[in-house]
């Protein structure tokens, strides 16, 4: 299928995990031709020596020139924002451009991207900041003895909570924040109750057991997790509608749109959620007070004397406008200008106007002399008639711009009308916007190797790979019977089978 597409993609990144092998994986992204769907295939893991932008471009060339792929079909590169990758001139991109086309695009991962806005906007609120490295301590004293996670766990049955596992948020790993804030949350009285529990039994870990409960305890932090949580909600939607494997531009605009709305949305303090929260910070606040719980540290003292309200605007607020503008900031590239061309394919933007489309048509051919000629502006002539006729029927099947780039890749009378047409619309769909597949067959891996099955070579580990990522979900008993005969029959067994 990837040979049989005309135009491909390249994603790919570098790790290492727990065999302490330096690995790369590659996969490619391309339009299936009878379906016209782009699809996201994994391609390779490869042990490499060096992480130098040289040794991982030697390497993913060599790969791909074996498996008789061409190099010359790819129009974009995605990876992360790793300087090894992006550097203008010396990054693997660049040497992409230099070897085979200038026209050759780098896309920085929009996954990548959404997690850098997020943690640039916490840098500048430091009460934030605190909250969420508190968090990540709470969780990490917990989770780091058997212990103390065995109490947390008998105290949520005592209450007839639902065992809930605590979730540790990383830096690096794509909005984990809001699934430990919600966790966070759903548990809430029963880490309080266990921090004091730990914290009256007057051992080491006291000290620190009592100062998590101190905080956990104080006003703002519990205004300040509760607050968070829509908001990181918001971008965690986001986040994973540009995760889908089939996702495109057209579609990660739409989902922007709905997220800064949502995010502007949440600066109005007289929603509901807001109040709901007062209500709730009210509870705990009573719930501690009555328990004779309550400490007088210098945060509570800070936080008695300005508002909530007042800390709503200065703190939340800000917090707010600093991931809004980060996201109109970063997310706005060459890049993308170069893809809102194919915007012209969008019903809700035709007119009948002569020269609507052509200067859009011209920088499409502009980016890709090699593939283009002045039969693509003959063509989009006539095609946006067509476009134009389906805008004035106004029927409840009229396509989306997806769906209309997707009929004229795949095989039929639209291909074969209008053949430079169907090449810019498969470009578009190309456009990689994430590598979470990347990101998925690096967790792939992890599940394979394990502290006890780490040795495998590279070659059977990315046998495995393939066998969990492409393999069927479920295997009936003769598929097993034939898997099992052919592992008998390599060599004699010491064991029966």
Known sequence: KIREARVISLMADEGTYINRHQNLS??????????????????????????????????????????????????????????????????????????????????HCRGHILQLCLLDACEHIPEVEECLSTLKSLINFINRSSIRLARFNDIQALLQCPQIKLIRPGDTRWLSYFRSISVILRCYEPLMITLEYISNERDEESPTAAGLLSILENQL????????????????????????????????????????????????????????????????????????????????????????????????IKFIDKIISNLRARFESNVLQFLN??????LAEVTDEPEYGVQQINMIKNQYPNDFNDNLLSEWKVFRKYLFVQKQQQTSTSLSQRQQCINLVKNGMLKDMYPQLSLAAEIF?????????VER????????????????????????????IEGPCDLDNNIKDLIINCWKSKKLRRISV
């Open 26 to 107: 590659i996969c490619i992204r391309y339009c299936n031709q009878d379906t016209g769907e782009p699809t996201e295939s994994f391609i390779s893991l490869l042990k490499i020596k060096d992480k130098d932008a040289q040794t991982i471009f030697d390497t993913i060339v060599k790969e791909l020139e074996a498996k008789h792929i061409d190099m010359t079909k790819i129009r974009f590169t995605g990876f992360d924002g790793a300087s090894v990758f992006s550097e203008e001139f010396n990054g693997v991109s660049a040497k992409f451009r230099q070897i085979y086309s200038d026209s050759i695009l780098f896309i």
């Open 221 to 316: 932090t519990i205004f300040l997790l509760h607050s968070l949580e829509p908001i990181f909600e918001a971008l965690s939607i986001l986040s994973k509608s540009i995760q889908t494997k089939n996702a495109d531009f057209s579609q990660l605009e739409h989902s922007m749109l709905g997220t800064l709305l949502r995010l502007e949305e949440l600066k109005d303090i007289n929603i509901t959620e807001y109040q709901q929260i007062f209500e709730i910070v009210d509870k705990i606040k009573t719930s501690s007070n009555d328990d004779g719980r309550k400490r007088a540290t210098r945060t509570t003292t800070r936080t008695n004397e300005v508002s909530l309200q007042q800390q709503f605007n200065d703190k939340i």
């Open 341 to 346: 061309c194919f915007r012209i394919f969008d």
């Open 429 to 437: 769909l190309c456009a990689p916007i994430s590598t979470a597949t």
């Open 441 to 468: 067959d690096f967790s792939t891996m992890n599940r394979i190797l394990t502290d006890l099955r780490n040795r495998l070579t590279t070659e059977h580990l990315e046998q495995l790979m393939k066998i969990s």
